[in-house]
């Protein structure tokens, strides 16, 4: 499927699948208002893993700068959502 | 000084992989060698290598940890769970008591070459992933173990070629010996996979008898051909005598000599002199006479200096005694850094149960060899105080003398 049109759902899923396939996340844990680290547990080193991840996934670098400003799961979507949209 | 005893043994390697797989390999002379083919599309002048298994950690340790842990960090892992079990230690314990680790390891290969892929398809340092550096580290066992088991003491990775396991013993005595620590994990760590070898293919140090691998390692054999390399990991958990009686621990045996010496020479051509220096300091330390050693396990790989000069070193201090020797490398191949580790677990499992393993595929011994007791075949007998020789690359040299109490 082509990257750019990919709707909020499939990008939903992707995520939600690397994140229980790669970084061995609980499934039930997936919630949108979960903090990325004090609630899923994802350390400084888990943080270049989902960099690796979502390179592979998506086709594009998230800057450590950037996701330094990302908390939840909810604005970890949107991040990722709208770096597609910006192509 | 204190006494330094061993109270657990793990083994993870290609005649086995635990310890009463591996006591029976070693009674039976069932060798562990086969063929890569990897090896000879990558460019290798020989396939041959130990078979060893890819354990699967999934469900035993977390993927912070088995994304830091190489291969040769695997099979520690495994080598260290069964050593542990064997002492009735595990994790509890060592919240509550200190102990140490000292591990011999001298590559980790394959993690430096695939992040170095990595980063030239990507031209990305980030894309390499966060295992990367703690794979590729010398120090990468130690690191690792150190961290799954929550050890709290001394903490180091001694690298010194061919003998690191060896040496690795020798130095976690002395700090026990020193009372510095009441317990130590130590072994030693080897990979096995065909990018780790490759150069040491190059030297033209291998065996290249490919139509019958079980009989391509030959120690002390006038046929022989080279070594074949190998891995996997050995544990060995030592333990100042008191502290181990109090506890209760099964002990296998004292490590009471420990010799080591430096040939300054060539730095891959052996020296009898060195190997010899080393086996009489640890005879020294131990304050034993050659004829006091029931049985000694020689490094003897299967090449053609190697041994000979082995022979002559073994010859020099043990000639008159007419010690039975034999190198369990015919099964195992060249187990190189964990190979001074693996093979006391070896002699330890031979000592418990009253045997000598045979010096498989020694057909004709060659004419220095041919002065040795070499034990061809295996052989019922009560083994009290046992000698492990082990040397490596540089002319380092190690000897180790482990007594039955």
């Not at chain 2, 009463?20 to 460019?43: A, N």
């Not at chain 2, 590559?107 to 031209?123: N, T």
Request: aromatic fraction near 8%; glycine fraction near 8%.
């Amino acid at each position: 499927m082509k990257m750019s049109k990919m709707n909020r759902e499939e990008i939903v899923e992707i995520i939600n699948n690397f994140l229980i396939e790669d970084i061995e996340i609980e499934q039930e844990s997936l919630k949108e208002k979960a903090f990325l680290k004090e609630d899923l547990g994802i350390d400084s080193l888990d943080f270049v893993d989902i960099v690796v991840v979502v390179e592979q996934k998506f086709g594009f670098k998230i800057k450590p700068e950037e996701m330094s400003k990302v908390k939840t799961l909810l604005q970890f979507y949107d991040y990722i959502e709208n770096k597609i949209k910006e192509g | 000084m204190k006494r330094v005893v061993i109270t657990g043994i793990g083994i993870y390697s290609c005649i086995g992989t635990n310890m009463d797989e591996v006591r029976d390999s070693l009674h039976k002379g069932k060798s562990g060698i086969g063929i890569d083919p990897k090896r000879t599309e990558y460019g290798y002048r020989s396939p041959l290598t130990g078979i060893v298994p890819l354990p699967d950690l999934k469900g035993k340790l977390s993927r912070r940890q088995r994304v830091c842990l190489p291969e040769e960090g695997e099979y520690a892992f495994m080598a260290t769970e069964e050593a542990l079990k064997d002492a009735g230690l595990g994790v509890d314990y060592f919240e509550k008591n200190e102990a140490g680790i000292l591990y011999g390891n001298d590559s980790s290969s394959k993690a430096v070459i695939e992040s170095h892929e990595a980063c030239l398809e990507k031209k990305d340092t980030t894309l390499m992933g966060s295992g990367a550096i703690f794979q590729s580290m010398n120090s990468t066992v130690t690191m690792n173990l150190s961290t799954i088991y929550k050890l709290r003491g001394i903490n180091f990775t001694i690298s010194a070629a061919c003998a690191s396991g060896s040496h690795t013993l020798g130095l976690g005595a002395l700090f026990i010996r020193l009372g510095l620590q009441d317990m130590i994990v130590c072994g030693g760590a080897q990979e096995t996979n065909y990018l780790s070898m490759a150069s040491f293919d190059g030297l033209s140090a291998f065996s290249t008898r490919v139509d019958n691998p079980q009989k391509a390692s030959r120690p002390f054999d006038k046929n022989r051909d080279g070594l074949v390399p190998s891995g996997g990991a050995a544990t060995v958990i030592l333990e100042e005598y008191e502290h181990a009686v109090k506890r209760g621990a099964k002990i296998y045996a004292e490590i009471v000599g420990y010799g080591f010496s430096s040939n300054g020479v060539h730095i891959s051509q052996p020296s009898n002199e060195g190997s010899a220096l080393a086996m009489t300091r640890a005879l020294q330390d131990a304050r034993l006479k050659p004829s006091d050693i029931d049985y000694i396990n020689a490094h003897a790989t299967s090449t053609v200096l190697g041994d000979t000069y082995e022979a002559m070193a073994i010859d020099e201090v043990f000639g008159a005694s007419k010690t039975p020797v034999s190198s369990t490398k015919g099964m195992t191949g060249h187990e190189c850094w964990m190979a001074g580790a693996s093979e006391v677990v070896y002699t330890l499992l031979m000592m418990k149960d009253s045997f000598m393993a045979p010096n498989i595929n020694l057909e004709e011994p060659d004419d220095i060899s041919k002065k040795l007791n070499i034990i061809a075949k295996t052989t019922d007998k009560n083994l009290d105080i046992c000698l492990s020789n082990s040397f490596g690359f540089g002319g380092t040299n190690s000897a180790l003398i482990l007594k039955k109490l």
